[in-house]
């Protein structure tokens, strides 16, 4: 098993400069163009596929590092970028953790390719959860799922809200209520292959930040699937609602809202890339900027800021990085470590993005530089994949043993 170290190794650091040069040559020039376009960067992602930045293979490389630091390390690297532009790079990421976590070892072999294609033919997937009526609260789904046995064929209805390449990807993961009675028991996930009829896109959200990731609502009318589209399998349902049914009987409470605790710090990664950013930013800028004769950065109260903000992003790249090695290493998160590593990198990405905003004062509240786009862009860590409250609620759940509400 990886022993735990805050030493980079060769690999690492060649994939991290590699990451780097892509992100400062082709992301940070193409930033402010697609923000204010508000448009899906698909020559971007399409350069990203050229090199291998954008494709399942180099997920598949970067996710059997053993110690679990080459995800992060690259995730950082591309959100220093840009966040908006990287989440259309990492978006289809979130259909292939779909189809990994509840897929057979034949359907994630199938489908997670069709969810990035090739460099020659760019695809993307999707994984929609979120409904209008159900965001934290993912056990009241409303999308139901019916299975039509005479043609072994499932037929999906409902509407999904705030969908990461909603409508526009090519492999849809849908979540949908089997038994609504059993709530999070009674799910199950379900690959919508392309050009499936029924499913088409709702509106398209105008955002505050990223706003090159594309986000929109997700229609599914009547979609029908062959019975081969339930992730795991009709037996492995079974048993789920079966156990469902006996802990609804018993009185057995859900279990905590940690499913995506594996996940998590691949999103605390992401607030990470654009804290650093702004810190980078921020404190060229002020040995620069003179006022009363003298750099802004010899006034304390500049220089202690940019001494905090270096100090917690380095905090919270460590529970980034423990939280990225225990789930490579298979430990199990007794504290709620993943939450830990989200809640953190993204609260100190908003906290930092507005130091930046302070730092370079007038000039910093405009669209002239990039640190008022990078703090609309921060704030989605706070909400997106469990807010900051859910994440306390995790943790508080997992510290106390107890089921706090
Ligand atoms: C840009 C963007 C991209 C997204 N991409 C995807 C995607 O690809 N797939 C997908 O499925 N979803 C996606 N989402 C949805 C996202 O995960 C949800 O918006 C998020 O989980 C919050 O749910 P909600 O918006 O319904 O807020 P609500 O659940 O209504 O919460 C509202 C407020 O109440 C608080 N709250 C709720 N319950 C509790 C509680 N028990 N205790 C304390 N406070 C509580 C919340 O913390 C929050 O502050 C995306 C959202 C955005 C904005």
């Avoid at 950082?76 to 289809?92: K, N, P, T, V, Y």
């Avoid at 489908?111 to 209008?132: H, I, M």
């Avoid at 199950?188 to 930040?209: C, E, R």
């Amino acid at each position: 098993m990886a022993e735990f170290s805050l030493d980079i190794n060769e690999d690492q650091q060649t994939i991290k400069d590699w990451v780097h040069d892509f992100a400062a040559n082709v992301i940070r020039p193409a930033a402010e163009e697609w923000d204010e376009r508000e448009e899906f960067p698909m020559p971007i992602v399409q350069e990203a596929a050229n090199i291998g930045v954008y494709g399942w293979e180099f997920l598949l490389s970067a996710m059997s590092d053993p110690t679990g630091l080459t995800l992060p390390l690259f995730i950082e690297e591309l959100s220093w970028g840009d966040a908006g532009i990287a989440l259309a790079i990492m978006g289809s990421g979130l259909a292939a953790a779909g189809i990994s976590g509840n897929g057979t070892p034949e359907q994630v072999m199938e489908w997670v390719p069709q969810c990035y294609g090739t460099a020659d033919d760019v695809k993307l997937g999707a994984f929609c959860v979120s409904e209008p009526d159900a965001g934290s609260d993912v056990s009241s789904l409303r999308t139901r799922a019916v299975y039509d046995e005479a043609k072994d064929e499932w037929v999906l209805n409902g509407t999904k809200a705030w969908i990461t390449n909603g409508g526009i990807a090519d492999v849809h993961v849908v979540v949908a209520a089997v038994d609504p009675e059993l709530k999070g028991r009674g799910q199950a996930s379900f690959i919508v292959p392309p050009g499936t009829k029924g499913l088409s896109q709702g509106q398209k959200y105008k955002k505050h930040g990223i706003k090159a990731s594309h986000t929109a609502e997700v229609v599914l009318d009547d979609v029908r699937v062959p019975g081969h589209c339930l992730l795991g399998g009709k037996e492995k349902l079974d048993a789920k609602l079966a156990r469902g049914r006996d802990a609804g009987r018993t009185g057995e409470k859900q279990p905590a809202m940690a499913t995506f605790e594996a996940t998590r710090p691949s999103v605390g990664a992401q607030a990470l890339g654009v804290a650093r950013a702004a810190y980078e930013y921020s404190l060229q800028y002020a040995k620069e900027r003179v006022a009363f004769g003298r750099p802004i950065i010899m006034n304390q109260s500049i220089a202690f800021k940019l001494a905090d903000m270096k100090m917690e992003i380095d905090a919270a790249r460590l529970l980034v990085h423990r939280a990225s090695w225990m789930a490579a290493t298979g430990k199990e998160f007794v504290a709620g470590e993943g939450s830990m590593s989200k809640l953190k990198a993204g609260e100190v990405a908003v906290w930092v993005t507005e130091q930046a905003i302070q730092i370079l004062g007038g000039y910093g509240y405009t669209r002239e530089y990039p640190v008022e786009r990078w703090h609309r862009d921060s704030k989605i860590f706070t909400i997106f994949e469990g807010t900051s409250e859910i994440q306390r609620l995790v943790i508080a759940r997992a510290i106390s043993g107890l089921r706090i509400e």
